[in-house]
Every structure is written in structure tokens, then in C-alpha cells.
């Protein structure tokens, strides 16, 4: 016995139909199976550097959801989660990252060159998670659309499919999402 | 300039995206063309940085694989005497499978701060463990609840070991809380919501505690819940996969006895393992053992879907002698029924047939508590009844139902005590009317369900659409129709909907009258006495009243008439009497009901505490304090022998008593017993809760009244303070705490200051309450005193004269305060020399 497809499916079935008590149910297991689908692949890849945050959405979603009962609402809703599941764990890791940056613990990575190498995104996931803040209560979709596209590296038909909106739209929100992260992001600014 | 608001930010976009089309040297152009000169600028700035933003952030960031640090076992032993951090180790105070706990104090600044600190045992730390740890300690810093232990701090060791420090809480866990202290089953299932609103909490901040039992779940001394460990025990878990195995070999931290069954089968963990575990924390609270032996260490004692036994079932002695029941037996009673379903609801094995959230359950219990039907139980008659007189409806308002949610399960009960009442009366054809009746519901229901992608139908919307189809669908039956309504009305009338009820209600009626040829039947009296309770609830208590007895009328005239309805409709219409001011009627309605009841439901205390405590409290109002008396003491002791003495509702009638004796002049007694209806509310609710200051008000008052006026000083001014910022200018409180000032500052000798608070106290009274109201012509009476004293006695007489036929006016004769009026107005002619006048006067 493992995560249950059924109760997920029914859960976002639940949601689907307007159901908000599914949504506080289901953002832990999401949250828990992204990170425990990550905890398994860093045991598995050892020789790995990083981890892809689309391919961990897209193996949570295989193993969470019983494909055959999963309506597209339904897809929608457990991608849009996973999203935000996914800043979540970034944001926190990049978080603690710096922390440990300021010498408030002593670092527990000591991979020196891999720790490197992942200081300067950290940095920048912590500065888009902010800004993303500002942006959504500029135009919330907007900011999903970043959530799906930066943090897991949707392309752009699969973040239309996620909104339920056209390519081309999710492509204007894309490119004027980017120039205002730049811009805000800019040490001038 | 202004930045872009939400407002303009759709201009922006659809610029940007026209523009940035443009080539570049078409641009310029184009942007001079926007009017609104900071939409330019801003389109302007973000078309530059989307040049340069070139194939930024269109990778996602990567999930760095942290090299894991060599797993050897750390060197460094915790033990007393040593520094982690700023932290000194004092003592070892506890420890477990898989972590110590240490009793530590932060010593660096000027102040000592006791705290404990947790730590993993060395060689269970692998660096894997330590990732996951700093991770988690993110979450935990973030979960602030007064009834969790605060986590203050967290750190790696030099030796690579990750700790915690943690609130110091002081107190025990809740099973030895409750067992040594005896606490009643009431009082137990009260922290037991505590309990569910910090796992509540928690879970809306995505953290599972996983480990939830009485040792984890601590007491202080002043009855408050600490939850201690939240999130900890899945960081001190081995990694995951393992867990099954790790249960059995007792590594696992996870306590078995208290595991749900997708726990102990290493199964997905989720909110729902917590509900489970609350189950068996309150199955253990109720009935003084779990529902499950604990297993052995290395074979689970249970197999995963094993069905726990209802808590009434295995009461312990034990149990029985630790709690307020005294024997088994009456424990058991206590348990039967709303209870059991409560605790086998959470213990369900199937973890979605549990309750849905910790708050689910913490409403069940507190429904139970409040004697309304709880969720975990179908509804028969005899429930429904026995909750229906149980129910506190002269207390504060109940609190609102979670309308929708409840709205499918509040027809269903309505319905099924229909079905129920329909075997006594006429079993076929109400049996046949109620399956149409529920079929039309569930149509409803049907309705309420999105229909297309992105169309969401609220159930009220559902009800409106419905309501018309009521009289086309059933052309031929109206008795069906009839049903229908009278269900649909009773049901709005729960959900606070009125307007919508009273309509359906008088259809329904109509209909019955039309269909009964005018006779009483039971049904038509039900509607009756429905319009009466809206009347009611929407403070109309005149029309109220007077459903209500044309409702007790048709009871009456039933052949099985039945008494405990009887007396709620009396006890409704007495409440209507008292609200529109005629105390003498409603003081001999509540008489008679309670009377009644303690005749028919004896053993019903807390109905009994309410009737007894409403007739006291009617009697005092009327002045009789004398016959009031012992009532009120009657009442406040069946409440604490119903719901322990700790309960607010003790608090609640603790405080008229007070009350009572402040006028009959038993200032000591009535000191301790305000102060302690004081002391009850400032735990439950805090010091600005409304039923705190009016126990405040009640000290008060028995200390000015028994002229303690030192003692009573600073309260006066606390409640003076609050003019203008709690209490409105024309808060009737206002007026009696400048009354008290203005008498003790006339005691302590300053009589023209006196004099001036006075005279502004009798403003403010008379622009709250009217300028014939007794309470003004005491604070007059009063004045008159002070200028008397003050040798004005040409001022004063006719004061105390006018104030003295105020009261007699408006109060019985033989009021106390009447009584003092009169002799304050004899003291003057004393003063004069007018000792026949005095005497005349005391006849």
C-alpha cells in the first residue's frame, strides 16, 4: 500500500466540483510526494547533479492520479497545485541555502563545487518568489504563469493546458512576465 | 509618480504586446502616442528590460543534489553542563527511541530563559536526515498557536547534529492531567478541542504531527493545551520506505498504540493519520484504555483494518473513578451513543471516511457539548428530542452553522425525524411521503452540482430554482406538496434563512388547514410554532409570543400531547414576556417550567440549571431577592455538578448571583462568588470579552456598594478610561462607572468633586436609558446626598424628594434601592431637625 491513486483522483474530483475542503487535503500529499519523489531520485542518480523539478511534477502526477477517471479539470487543478508545491520547495531549499550562505549554521553541504554552482540560482529563486508576490496582485494569471513555466519548467502549451487559455496567451503573458522580472529583479530598479 | 496599479496593468500589457511586435525603429513612435504619461514610461522600461532579458528564467532552476555527508557516527554526546550555541545543557528530562530531551537555558543576556532542547541521537544522524531537517525546521519556525510549543530555535551541532530548541512547557501529559486531577468527561472533551484547533492549525500550514498521543500532548497547570513535537517525529523518521519495518524493530518514533492503520502498513501519511490519532487519544480520555493493545514491539497487535470496539463497550473502573462519573456504569451511560459515534468516526479505518479536518471533529464534540446534533450520528426522534430540550436557547446566540456544508445532512435530519415521528403516527403513507420527499431533495442536490465546466450553482441558488417546481410537480398530491414545504421551510429556518422559510412555512399551512378542515394536527402545530422561533430570531418577541400560544394551544389539544415540547414552547413564551418587560408574567411562566421539568426530566440537569437560573434571574429582577436567592444557588451548582466547575456556564449564572446578593447587601459573599465568575471568564475568554467585564462590573459594584472604595478605585477608573475608545459615549456602562467614581470620590472627602462626576453621571444615564428609568434616579438620589452633605439643603431636598417618587414609580415598593432612596432623604431631614418628618417617612 502506497499513496492511493483513487483518493487523489477523488480528491480532485472533489475540487473539480467545487468542493474547497479537497484543496487543504490534497496540497500536503502533493507537497509530500513531490518531495518524496525527489528523495527517491536522489538516492537513485547519485552521480546526478540536479534534479528537474517538470520531471519530478510529472512522476508525482503518474504515481498520485488514476489516469483513467482523471478528468482534464482535474489535471488542471493537480498541476496548478503542483506548481505552487514546487516554488514552495525551491524557495525553502534556496532559502535555507543562504541562510547557511550568512553563516547562521555551518553548511551541511560539503560538495563545495556543487554548492557553488547553486548559490547564484538560489539567489534568483528567492528574488522571483518575491517579485511573483507583486506581480499576481498585478494580474494573477500572469503570475501562474511564471509559477508554471519558471518554477517547473512547463513549456508553453502544457502551461495553456494547465490555465485552460490559448498558446499565444500564455506566450504575451510569458514574454511581458520576463521583462518585468528582469526589470524588477535589476539592482537599479 | 505613481506605480501601476492592478487598475492600469491590462493598458500595460496590451501595449507591451502591440509594441513589442513593432520593429525597433517603430517603437518611439507608437509609445508617444499613450496619453497616460506613466503607462508610457512603464511600457517603455519594461520593453527595455525584455530586450535584455535575453533567455532569463526560461530554464527552471535545478533541485541541487547535495553531496550527503559521510554517514559515520558524530563523536559529540549531549549531556549536562555543555554549550550548543547560546544554550546550556541543565538536565536530561527525557528520552526515546530515536532523539534526547534535554531541559537547557539561554544565558547570554540579562534574563534567564528555561527551554528545552531536543536532540537526535548521534548515530541515527546520517546526512540525509540532516538535509531533511533543514528543510523542515522552515515550516515548524512559521507554526505559531498558543496551544503548540513554540519551536524558538534550531541548529546543527558542531558534530554535525541537528537539534531544537523548544517552549519549556510545564504541566503533564493529558491522560495523567485528567486522571489525577479527576477532571469530568465534559471538561476532558473540552481540551480535547484544543487539542483538534492546534492540529487544525498545523495542518492548514501543511505540517502532519504523525505522532500524536497523550505524551506528546501536554497540560499545564492553568488547563491549557501544549502540543509538543509537531513535524518532529517525521525529521527524526529513517528515511521513508523503511518506516514499516522500522515500527516493528521500535526504531521508528511513531508510537504504535496511537498509529492509524495506513501508518503502521508504511503507508502514505497524510492529515488524516493525525484525525486517527486524535480518535484514539479521546477513545483513551473517554473510556480509560485505548482501543488496541499495544503491540509487543515486533508483531503489530492489530491487523490494518481491525474495527475498534465503541468506548462505552470497555470502560474501565479505573476510568470511571479518575473521572466525574464515580461507577462504571454511569460512565458507560455517559459515553452511549453521541459519543461513541464521535470517537468510532475518527478511528474509521478507511482514511477518508474519517472526519474530514481536526476542526470537523472539534465541531462534532462541541455540538455535542452545546447538546445539538453531532455529525457522527443519524438522527432518530428520540435524538432529536432528547437534544431539543437539552439545548441552551436562553444562552448567547448558537454559534452559526457551516451553512453549506451542512445544508445536505441538516434535510436529511429533518427529514428522518419526519420518518420517525410518521412510524408513530400513520406509518404507510408518511413512509411513502418521505421516500418522495427525499427523492425531491436529492434533486435538488442534483442541481447544486456544477452542470457545465466553470458554472458552480450555490445551494441556495438551487433551493430558489427548486421552489417554484414544488407546486407543478406534485399537482395532484398537495398533501406531498405540503410536506415538502413544511421540510424545505424547517430546513431554511436552521440555515438563518428567514426570509426565504417563512413563506414555505405559511404555504404549508395553509395547505394542511386546507386538507384537515380546520382540525389541530401536529403537523400544523410544528408550523406554528417554526414561524414562532422566526419571529423570534428576528426580534419580533411580541408577534413571537403570541404564535407561541396559539402553538401551545394546539399542542395541548393533541391527544399525544408531549410534555417536553410543551415546555419549550412555555419557556419561549416566557423569554418573549421577559424581553418585552413584563417580568411578573414571565417570572410565573418560568416557574411553572421549571417546576415541570424538574418533575418530567429530572435528571436532565442542565436543563433543569437553565429553567431554574432563568425563574432566579426573573425573580431579582423583579426585586424579589429573598426567593431569588437560593434558585440562583441551585442553578450554578446543577451546572457545576452537569459541567464541571470550571465551565462557563457556572460563570454565567455565578454572576446574577452576585448580582442578587450586592443588593441584598451581602457584600463579602458577593465578592467571592463575582470574583470567581471573574476568575472563570478571564481564563476561557480573556480580559476584554464582554461576559469578563461584566463580571468585572459585578466586583465592582460590591466593593463601592460595601464601601470599599479603595479597592474599588482603580476598577472605576479602568472602565472610566474606556469612554470614547471600548465604550461607546451612550454605553450604559459608561453611566454606572462615573456613578461609582463619583460616589467614591464624594467617600474620600472630596465632596464637590463628587458632586461635578455625579451630575455628569445623571446626563449620561438619562441619554441612555431615559430620563424615567430607576437606574437615573438612583445616580439623582445620589447627588442629592453629596449637595446635602455639602450643606445645600435647599438644593438637595427637592432632588432627593423627586428621585425618591422616581423610584417608587418605577421599582416595588420594597426595592432596595427604594429603601435606600427613602432613607437618604430621611438622613436630610434629620440633619435639619426634622426628626417627625424622618419618622413619617419610615413608615
Aim: glycine letters at 6%; a neutral charge; charged letters at 25%.
Amino acid at each position: 500500500m502506497t499513496e492511493a491513486p483513487s483518493d487523489v483522483t477523488r480528491l480532485l474530483l472533489q475540487l473539480s466540483s467545487g468542493e474547497s475542503d479537497a484543496y487543504a487535503r490534497l496540497m500536503p500529499i502533493v507537497y509530500e510526494e513531490l518531495r518524496r519523489v525527489a528523495a527517491r531520485q536522489l538516492r537513485r542518480e547519485r552521480d546526478e547533479h540536479t534534479l528537474g523539478p517538470t520531471a519530478l511534477v510529472h512522476e508525482a502526477f503518474l504515481r498520485l492520479v488514476d489516469l483513467h477517471s482523471i478528468s482534464w479539470q482535474g489535471r488542471s487543478h493537480f498541476f496548478g497545485m503542483a506548481a505552487q508545491a514546487m516554488r514552495r520547495i525551491l524557495v525553502d531549499h534556496a532559502r535555507r541555502r543562504s541562510a547557511f550562505k550568512r553563516g547562521s549554521a555551518p553548511p551541511v553541504t560539503l560538495d563545495s563545487e556543487s554548492a557553488a554552482a547553486a548559490d547564484a540560482p538560489s539567489e534568483e529563486v528567492l528574488a522571483v518568489d518575491e517579485a511573483l508576490e507583486t506581480l499576481a496582485r498585478l494580474d494573477a494569471r500572469q503570475a501562474k504563469v511564471v509559477e508554471l513555466r519558471y518554477f517547473v519548467g512547463f513549456s508553453v502549451e502544457e502551461t495553456a493546458e494547465v490555465l485552460g487559455v490559448s498558446p499565444i496567451t500564455v506566450k504575451r503573458d510569458w514574454a511581458l512576465a520576463r521583462a518585468w522580472l528582469q526589470r524588477e529583479l535589476s539592482p537599479e530598479a | 509618480m505613481m506605480p501601476i496599479d492592478a487598475e492600469r496593468w491590462p493598458l500595460v500589457k496590451e501595449l507591451f504586446g502591440e509594441i513589442a511586435e513593432l520593429p525597433a525603429g517603430e517603437r518611439a513612435a507608437r509609445l508617444m502616442a499613450v496619453d497616460d504619461i506613466e503607462v508610457r514610461a512603464e511600457v517603455a522600461a519594461l520593453l527595455r528590460a525584455g530586450d535584455a532579458v535575453n533567455d532569463r528564467f526560461e530554464r527552471a532552476p535545478a533541485l541541487p543534489v547535495d553531496s550527503v555527508a559521510a554517514e559515520e557516527d558524530a563523536p559529540g554526546m549531549l549531556a549536562a553542563g555543555l554549550r550548543v550555541g547560546p544554550y546550556r545543557i541543565v538536565r536530561e528530562i527525557g528520552r526515546g527511541g530515536m532523539g534526547v530531551v534535554f531541559e537547557a537555558r539561554r544565558d547570554d543576556a540579562q534574563f534567564e530563559k528555561r527551554v528545552a532542547l531536543k536532540a537526535m541521537l548521534p548515530g541515527l544522524v546520517s546526512g540525509e536526515v540532516v538535509r531533511r531537517f533543514g528543510q523542515e525546521r522552515q515550516i515548524l519556525a512559521h507554526l505559531e498557536h498558543h496551544n503548540i510549543a513554540a519551536l524558538l530555535d534550531a541548529g546543527v551541532t558542531e558534530f554535525n547534529q541537528p537539534y531544537f530548541i523548544l517552549e519549556y512547557v510545564e504541566g503533564e501529559p493529558i491522560s495523567r492531567y485528567c486522571a489525577s486531577r479527576r477532571v469530568p468527561v465534559r471538561d476532558r472533551l473540552q481540551l480535547m478541542r484544543q487539542v483538534c484547533d492546534a492540529v487544525q492549525y498545523a495542518h492548514e500550514q501543511l505540517v502532519v504531527h504523525r505522532d500524536l498521543k497523550p505524551g506528546n500532548i501536554f497540560v499545564t497547570s492553568d488547563g491549557t493545551v501544549k502540543l509538543l513535537d509537531f513535524g518532529i517525529a517525521k525529521m527524526m523518521q529513517p528515511i521513508d520506505g523503511a518506516a514499516a519495518s522500522h515500527t516493528r524493530t521500535g526504531l521508528a518514533p511513531m508510537t504504535e498504540a496511537y498509529a492509524s492503520p495506513e501508518q503502521l502498513a508504511g503507508g502514505h501519511v497524510s492529515t488524516a493519520s493525525d484525525i486517527y490519532s486524535l480518535g484514539v487519544v479521546l477513545f483513551e480520555l473517554l473510556a480509560g484504555r485505548r482501543p488496541f493493545d499495544a503491540g509487543d514491539g515486533f508483531f503489530p497487535a492489530r491487523s490494518a483494518d481491525a474495527e475498534p470496539p465503541a468506548p462505552s463497550r470497555v470502560v474501565t473502573d479505573a476510568a470511571a473513578v479518575t473521572s466525574d462519573a464515580g461507577d462504571a456504569r454511569r460512565l458507560r451511560r455517559a459515553l452511549d451513543g453521541e459519543l461513541d459515534s464521535i470517537v468510532l468516526m475518527a478511528l474509521r479505518p478507511e482514511p477518508d471516511r474519517r472526519y474530514h479536518s481536526a476542526q470537523q471533529l472539534s465541531e462534532d464534540i462541541g455540538r455535542y457539548l452545546a447538546g445539538r446534533p453531532v455529525l457522527a450520528q443519524p438522527d432518530t426522534l428520540r435524538y432529536r428530542l432528547r437534544k431539543f430540550t437539552r439545548r441552551n436557547r436562553f444562552a448567547t446566540a448558537a454559534a452559526a452553522l457551516a451553512v453549506v456544508a451542512l445544508m445536505g445532512g441538516t434535510v436529511v435530519s429533518v427529514i428522518q425525524a419526519r420518518a420517525a415521528r410518521a412510524e408513530r403516527d400513520r406509518a404507510l403513507r408518511e413512509a411513502l411521503r418521505t421516500h418522495a420527499v427525499t427523492q425531491f431533495f436529492q434533486q435538488v442536490f442534483a442541481a447544486a452540482r456544477p452542470q457545465r465546466k466553470g458554472v458552480n450553482v450555490t445551494v441556495v441558488q438551487a433551493i430558489d430554482a427548486a421552489i417554484p417546481g414544488i407546486d407543478s410537480s406534485f399537482t395532484d398530491q398537495p398533501d406531498l406538496q405540503a410536506a415538502i414545504k413544511l421540510t424545505l421551510g424547517e430546513t431554511l429556518t436552521r440555515m438563518y434563512l428567514y426570509d426565504r422559510a417563512r413563506p414555505l412555512l405559511e404555504d404549508a399551512y395553509r395547505t394542511r388547514q386546507r386538507l384537515d378542515g380546520g382540525r389541530v394536527t401536529r403537523d400544523a402545530a410544528d408550523i406554528i410554532y417554526d414561524l414562532a422561533q422566526i419571529e423570534n430570531e428576528i426580534g419580533k418577541p411580541a408577534r413571537a409570543e403570541s404564535l407561541y400560544r396559539v402553538s401551545l394551544a394546539m399542542l395541548g389539544a393533541l391527544p399525544d400531547r408531549d410534555s417536553v415540547v410543551v415546555f419549550e414552547a412555555l419557556a419561549n413564551i416566557a423569554e418573549a414576556e421577559m424581553s418585552q418587560g413584563r417580568l411578573a408574567q414571565a417570572e410565573s411562566l418560568y416557574g411553572a417550567v421549571a417546576g415541570g421539568i424538574a418533575r418530567w426530566k429530572p435528571r436532565d440537569e442542565q436543563a433543569r440549571a437553565i429553567a431554574v437560573g432563568n425563574h432566579a434571574t426573573a425573580l431579582s429582577q423583579l426585586g424579589r431577592f429573598v426567593e431569588a436567592e437560593p434558585l440562583h444557588r441551585e442553578a450554578v451548582r446543577l451546572f457545576e455538578h452537569s459541567r464541571g466547575p470550571n465551565d462557563l456556564q457556572v460563570a454565567a449564572a455565578l454572576q446574577p448571583l452576585a448580582g442578587n446578593l450586592v443588593y441584598q447587601r451581602k457584600f463579602d459573599d458577593a465578592l467571592v462568588q463575582a470574583r470567581r465568575a471573574y476568575d472563570l471568564n478571564l481564563h476561557a475568554l480573556g480580559p476584554d470579552n464582554p461576559a469578563t467585564l461584566g463580571a468585572e462590573r459585578t466586583v465592582t459594584a460590591a466593593l463601592v456598594d460595601g464601601g470599599r472604595c479603595a479597592e474599588a478605585m482603580p476598577l472605576v477608573r479602568g472602565m472610566v478610561a474606556l469612554r470614547g475608545r471600548v465604550l461607546h459615549e451612550s454605553d450604559p456602562t459608561l453611566g454606572v462607572a462615573y456613578t461609582q467614581l463619583g460616589q467614591c470620590t464624594a467617600a474620600g472627602g472630596d465632596l464637590a468633586g463628587g458632586e461635578r462626576i455625579l451630575r455628569e453621571a445623571v446626563a449620561m444615564r438619562a441619554a441612555a436609558l431615559g430620563a424615567d428609568h430607576w437606574a437615573v434616579h438612583v445616580t439623582r438620589s445620589l447627588l442629592g446626598e453629596v449637595i446635602a452633605r455639602r450643606r445645600r439643603v435647599g438644593d438637595a431636598e427637592p432632588l432627593l424628594l423627586d428621585s425618591y417618587a422616581g423610584l417608587l414609580r418605577t421599582l416595588e415598593p420594597h426595592h432596595i434601592r427604594v429603601l435606600e432612596a427613602r432613607d437618604r432623604l430621611a438622613t436630610l431631614y434629620r440633619m435639619t431637625g426634622r426628626e417627625a418628618e424622618a419618622n413619617a417617612l419610615a413608615k
